[in-house]
């Protein structure tokens, strides 16, 4: 299956012939040396690059110097570039998130600061997203990762069997509704600009279980963000089972963590990986942009009837 769904992109296994691919964790995770992010990649470096983010489901580059333009065009050649709604996005560049905590903000909750999967309340929820930083604070901030595919494959056989039907219900409104934990409505003293929506209280149905259109490979697709129930359920109802997977999902041996550096560039696979930004560096200012790129919707473990 994984020779017919891959594109070619998994066809050349083993060593890079441009890249340094190092790994950072035993879950995931990869630091790329050997390129250049500013520069035009060669389609044979790219396709390098391709295959490093299937191998490792997020990818690592350090000390790159991009503009905007140059973080755009990047990320362009994996897809689209989506608008994130409910935030305001950089001055000029409507296809980049500014992720700004200034050092007079003490917020109980920063952005991106519980595990998630980006905008997985989006009827075609994104591939992947490119977070390149511009402002480090000297210690804390750093993100997390979490392996979706071993969170599935490290479920009993019986719950594996369970979830692969089971639809789940998404929405942003927990994040952007009105009691939203996330909006500022402008506040001046927050350098986000987050406001509510009504667009918040959509929801949308995924599969609690994905198949990886490149890797074939099954991932669980729940996140305490997001997720707010089964289909056909009461939240109340799910609540136990959905704690359940959450807590899975963010074990420690599931994860890896990124220790941000001026001109460090993370890019990570949304469809099989969830993440979270720490909220450990009260004093200090803290800005990283990121990029969005377009996906398609979430193929189910099983057919849907
Ligand atoms: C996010 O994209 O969820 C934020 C990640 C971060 O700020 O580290």
Redesign the pocket.
Known sequence: MTAMINNGILEQAGSYQHLAVNKIAGALGAEIGGIDLSQPLSDAVFKEVQRAFAEHQVIFFRGQQITPEQHKAFSLRFGGLLEVPFVRSLEGHPEI?A?MKGAQEITRR???GVW?S?MSYAPEPPLG?I?CSRVVPPYG?D?LWSNMYLAYERLSEGMQRMLDPMNVVHSAIRSYGAAGVLVNNGDPASKMDVRTDNRAAAEVTHPAVRIHPVTGRKALYVNSAYSIRFEDMTEEESKPLLDFLFAHCSRPEHTCRLRWSPGTIAMWDNRCTQ?L?MNDYDGFD?E?H?TTIMGDKPIPATPRP
């Open positions: 998130l992720i920063n952005f991106g998630h980006d997203s977070l901030g993100t993440h930004a803290r990283l990121r």
